[in-house]
Every structure is written in structure tokens, then in C-alpha cells.
């Protein structure tokens, strides 16, 4: 039963301020806004569109504590929008970040929270992609998580990475999402994908074919009463299944 990616959600200690944050720093705007998430996605928008990923923000009191293994990249069409995209989200509040990249083409930041980002030096794999390059997840071993996540996105393989495996909308729009080597989790991941089933599909169905794939099921403090499923690949990812939209 096929899903597709529709959400990359944000724990935040202020949901409405980082919402805020990153509605500037996309260009996007401030959606809906509860007391349980804030939502931000470009002007006009029509979700679910693949087109972009909206990002939603949800209140959770612990505090970062480790590097995210789930990481925004920004793209730009020159090495002088580069500069200048670098020095505007340091006026909104952006910080240079550290996480051991030496010398490399792209610039590191982290948000108001803490939350590294990358503001990639000028591709062509991310020339139409919009302001969100690609969505970036740390795996010990992508090729073994690849057939999962495709399956959980319903998204296909894309080229946009040497290292690690990629995906793109069937559709050829949007943003990427990229699996690259990187380190063990340790804690619950504080940036994690939501997918759902398609309007008029099975909820439950879905939830088995990606336990079937692969995925196990997730305790983070969900409760009984939740309309979701969370789920997690084999290195322990967290990720939700929304009902059918």
C-alpha cells in the first residue's frame, strides 16, 4: 500500500519563533498556527503538492543535545548569491556551526535552536529544486535503507549525491531527499519525516507493507490516543504514518 512524503516536522522549545525563523529564511510563509504546530510552507501552496516540503513545528521541552542526523541544505545559483544568502540568514538570526566539515564549498549554520543547516555552493542537480535543496538524513549504511524509504516516500531514485543514495518526486520537483554515511544514532531524532497513504487508501495496510519492508514500531511518548503510527527504519529513524490524504 504506497505512501508518500508530506511533512518534515521540527521539535522546538519555541515552535512559533523558529516557525518564524525558517518562513523568512525559505521565503515561505506562516501557515497554520496551533498551540500543538505551526506550519510553513511557500505562498499559495496546495498541499500535499511535491513541489515543496512543508515544514511543521511541534513544542518539546528537552533541548537539543546532539548533532541532527536529519539536516536541511539550502541551494544557490551563484557563488555571490551564496555570500549573500550566508549573510542574510545570519541577520535573521542564524549562527555559524562547527560539526567538523573542515574546509569544504558549502557554508554550515545552525538555526535559533541549534539546528545545523548547510547553504550549499552553486549545483545543477539543484537548479530547479526551490530554495530547499534537499533533505538530508545520516545512515550508517544507505543502500540497506533504500528500499524502505523509497517505499515510505513513494518518491524514486534520484542522482543529486556520489555518496550515499538519493530520491526525488516521480514528478521531478521538489526538494531530494538524501541518505549519506554518517554516524549512529544516539537519541530520538529532533527532525523526522511524516508520510501518509494516499486519500481513499488503507491506513493500516500501509503501516504493514512498511513493517514488512523493514520498519519497526517507535515509542516516543506518542500515547494510545494518536490518529498516527510511529514507525522507525532498522538504524532506529523515526518516522510517522499520517491517515490517508
Request: glycine residues 8%; proline residues 9%; hydrophobic residues 45%.
Given at each position: 500500500?504506497?505512501?508518500?512524503?508530506?511533512?518534515l516536522?521540527?521539535?522546538?522549545a519555541?515552535?512559533?519563533?523558529?516557525?518564524r525563523f525558517?518562513a523568512?529564511?525559505?521565503?515561505?510563509?506562516v501557515?497554520?498556527?496551533?498551540?500543538?504546530e505551526v506550519?510553513v510552507?511557500?505562498a499559495?501552496?496546495?498541499?500535499p503538492?511535491?513541489?515543496?516540503?512543508?515544514?511543521?513545528f511541534v513544542p518539546?521541552p528537552?533541548p537539543?543535545?546532539?548533532?541532527?542526523?536529519?539536516?536541511?541544505?539550502l541551494?544557490?545559483?551563484?557563488?555571490?548569491?551564496?555570500?549573500?544568502?550566508?549573510?542574510?540568514l545570519?541577520?535573521?538570526?542564524a549562527?555559524?556551526?562547527?560539526i567538523?566539515?573542515?574546509d569544504?564549498?558549502?557554508q554550515?549554520?545552525?538555526d535559533?535552536?541549534g539546528n545545523?543547516?548547510?547553504?550549499l555552493?552553486?549545483?545543477?542537480?539543484?537548479?530547479?529544486?526551490?530554495?530547499v535543496?534537499?533533505?538530508?538524513?545520516?545512515?550508517?549504511?544507505p543502500?540497506?535503507?533504500?528500499?524502505l524509504w523509497a517505499?515510505?516516500?513513494?518518491?524514486?531514485?534520484?542522482?543529486?549525491?556520489?555518496?550515499?543514495?538519493?530520491?526525488?518526486s516521480?514528478?521531478?520537483?521538489g526538494p531530494?531527499?538524501e541518505?549519506i554515511?554518517?554516524?549512529?544514532k544516539?537519541?530520538?531524532?529532533?527532525?523526522?519525516?511524516?508520510?501518509?497513504?494516499y486519500?481513499?487508501e488503507d491506513?493500516?495496510?500501509a503501516?504493514?507493507?512498511?513493517?514488512?519492508a523493514?520498519?519497526?514500531?517507535?515509542?516516543v511518548?506518542?500515547?494510545?490516543g494518536v490518529?498516527?503510527t510511529?514507525?522507525?527504519?532498522?538504524?532506529?529513524g523515526?518516522?510517522?504514518?499520517?491517515?490517508?490524504?
Amino acid at each position: 500500500m504506497a505512501t508518500r512524503l508530506v511533512h518534515l516536522v521540527v521539535d522546538a522549545a519555541d515552535p512559533a519563533r523558529l516557525a518564524r525563523f525558517w518562513a523568512a529564511a525559505l521565503g515561505w510563509e506562516v501557515g497554520d498556527e496551533e498551540d500543538d504546530e505551526v506550519d510553513v510552507w511557500p505562498a499559495g501552496y496546495r498541499y500535499p503538492d511535491p513541489a515543496a516540503l512543508p515544514l511543521v513545528f511541534v513544542p518539546v521541552p528537552e533541548p537539543k543535545t546532539v548533532k541532527n542526523r536529519v539536516h536541511l541544505d539550502l541551494a544557490t545559483t551563484s557563488a555571490a548569491h551564496q555570500a549573500a544568502e550566508v549573510e542574510r540568514l545570519l541577520g535573521l538570526g542564524a549562527v555559524p556551526a562547527d560539526i567538523g566539515q573542515d574546509d569544504v564549498p558549502w557554508q554550515v549554520l545552525a538555526d535559533p535552536e541549534g539546528n545545523e543547516f548547510c547553504v550549499l555552493d552553486p549545483r545543477p542537480a539543484y537548479r530547479d529544486t526551490g530554495p530547499v535543496a534537499a533533505v538530508v538524513c545520516d545512515c550508517v549504511d544507505p543502500a540497506a535503507m533504500a528500499d524502505l524509504w523509497a517505499l515510505a516516500t513513494g518518491w524514486t531514485a534520484g542522482d543529486s549525491v556520489e555518496h550515499g543514495v538519493s530520491f526525488r518526486s516521480p514528478l521531478g520537483v521538489g526538494p531530494f531527499l538524501e541518505l549519506i554515511p554518517g554516524g549512529e544514532k544516539l537519541v530520538k531524532n529532533r527532525i523526522h519525516l511524516d508520510v501518509a497513504p494516499y486519500r481513499g487508501e488503507d491506513h493500516p495496510a500501509a503501516v504493514k507493507a512498511l513493517l514488512e519492508a523493514g520498519a519497526v514500531p517507535a515509542e516516543v511518548g506518542q500515547g494510545s490516543g494518536v490518529r498516527w503510527t510511529v514507525l522507525a527504519d532498522p538504524e532506529g529513524g523515526e518516522f510517522c504514518v499520517l491517515t490517508p490524504r
